[in-house]
């Protein structure tokens, strides 16, 4: 492991810098330039054509919902949006890049010079730079057979699937964000957080992480005051988690900082990530924009998107993440804090779906942030994988409010749901949980406690009324937790009078 300094000591005696490439893959039916299928999975080599094989003859055809996808992005990043711009042809070779180029953008990208605004735990708010969002074609997979954790170093052979050559992406670059500070690990996360928000939000992506929907490429340099020119940086490659993007900002930060302590130099190279321990090893040493030969692609035709056209595009964007988090937390009566415990446990569209299907706020924001977030963290789930609807929960919240489930029953309910048995009230049904309110079945039980408890009812009769919580308690506790508790309450009062 690399000799690193205390976090706190980097912070204070270095200034960071930091720098991320996010790569998100468009949900297109078909890839960017052939009518090849954009699925995730299916069995290796079957979602390709000559075009994804780069075989001689075949041709490109661009993919308009992608350019109006990565349009979307633009102005959603509060980018300016290119008029005309074009492909390029980024020349390096690597087994999964068939064609041995690349059909990206160079130094005419569709959407340039925009910015994301950060809320950040303490309040404030940080204003992230970005350079520019441009359009390009994903690569085939790598896989190594053998190997340590599946890296090249050491396998036996390697295997490669191109289904995924010629997906549809957009990568946003950004520029160095600077007076990060000790912030710095935490910005990085929340700058991706928020893209992958925004992309959600768009429908132009399924923007899942651990599908590598979105992938951050994580820069990190220090130098010795904010007025000293930038550092020698490291690339983190391909980080798919906020978790790990958070640790390699820290890590590199760190490790950088221990060695120009000791007098040594950064070197510039891409790294990579360890999820198991957050640290970074070195990769190889990084390429410049020169190295890959960029020249016009002569198949593709330039792009232009006429103004008209983009403010159609622009009038059709939804509400943003940023705007609705602001309406979320004015009409619900959420705290700052409340709120962003809502967004860093991915909860927040499933709580308003949740509410959009009948249930209180408060009630949405307590299920899921309770019982079924311990569920599914038990199971190892993403929370929206957890076998439970906004529907069934908002079920459950009703029939709480209706007064036909206290809240004991309604988890009894809910661990129903969870295991497949059906919906809340189906559950309930079946496993007989619905609260009793009939006089009938309550009276006779009343009057059982009220025997059982002599003590109890003359401190009644004497004034002491808070004494009938343990006459209330004794008939829960004989009916199994169904009883009406307000009703079992004036039952126990009206027959100590």
């Known amino acids: 492991m690399d000799e690193l300094m205390d976090f706190d000591e980097a912070v204070a005696r270095f200034d960071p810098v930091i720098g ?181 939000a768009l429908g ?108 159609q595009i622009r009038a059709s964007l939804p509400e943003l993440p940023a705007a609705r988090r602001r309406r979320v937390k004015e009409e619900w009566g959420l705290s700052a804090e409340e709120l962003r415990d809502l967004v860093n446990a991915d909860a927040l569209d499933l709580v308003e779906a949740t509410v959009r299907a009948g249930a209180t706020p408060a009630g949405a924001r307590k299920w899921w942030m309770g019982d079924i977030a311990r569920f599914a963290k038990e199971q190892d789930l993403p929370l929206d994988a957890a076998p439970v609807t906004p529907t069934d929960v908002a079920e459950l919240d009703t029939l709480v409010q209706e007064g036909k489930l206290t809240d004991k029953l309604a988890r009894q309910a809910l661990e129903g749901v969870l295991a497949g048995e059906g919906t809340p009230s189906q559950v309930v049904a079946a496993r007989g949980l619905e609260v009793v309110s009939d006089d009938g079945a309550l009276v006779a039980a009343v009057e059982e406690a009220l025997a059982a408890n002599p003590d109890v009812v003359e401190k009644i009769r004497n004034g002491k009324v808070q004494a009938a919580g343990a006459i209330v308690g004794a008939v829960m506790k004989a009916t199994g937790g169904k009883a009406n508790a307000a009703r079992v309450r004036e039952l126990v009062m009206e027959r100590c009078q």
């Open 20 to 200: 991320l490439e996010v790569h998100v893959e468009l949900g297109t039916k078909t890839k960017m330039f052939d009518g090849a299928p954009n699925v995730f999975g299916g069995e290796p080599n079957t979602y390709v054509t000559p075009v994804s094989l780069g075989l001689p003859g075949s041709l490109p055809v661009m993919n308009r919902t992608a350019v109006e996808y990565a349009v979307k992005i633009g102005l959603a990043l509060n980018c300016s949006i290119a008029e005309s711009c074009r492909f390029a042809r980024k020349n390096y070779f690597y087994p999964d890049l068939v064609k041995a180029f690349q059909t990206s953008q160079s130094d005419e990208p569709i959407a340039y010079e925009g910015h994301l605004d950060l809320d950040l735990a303490d309040g404030s708010t940080y204003r992230f730079p970005i350079e520019r969002a441009h359009m390009e074609e994903d690569a085939g997979k790598n896989i190594h057979v053998g190997g340590d954790a599946g890296r090249i170093q050491g396998a036996q052979y390697s295997l490669v699937d191109y289904n995924r050559a010629g997906v549809p992406l957009v990568e946003i670059v950004s520029h160095p964000a600077t007076g990060v500070g000790r912030n710095a690990p935490e910005i990085a996360a929340t700058y991706v957080r928020s893209l992958r928000d925004i992309f959600r």
């Open 204 to 311: 132009v992506s399924e923007a899942r992480m651990e599908r590598g929907n979105v992938r951050a490429d994580v820069n990190v340099s220090l130098r010795e005051s904010p007025d000293a020119p930038f550092g020698t940086r490291t690339e983190t490659k391909n980080v798919n988690s906020f978790r790990g993007i958070e640790a390699a900002v820290r890590y590199e930060i760190q490790r950088q900082a221990a060695i120009l302590a000791a007098g040594g130099s950064v070197v510039q190279e891409t790294r990579h990530y360890h999820e198991e321990d957050g640290t970074t090893s070195a990769g190889r040493v990084k390429s410049d924009a020169e190295d890959y030969r960029y020249f016009p692609e002569p198949d593709l035709l330039p792009v232009v998107s006429p103004p008209e056209w983009v403010e």
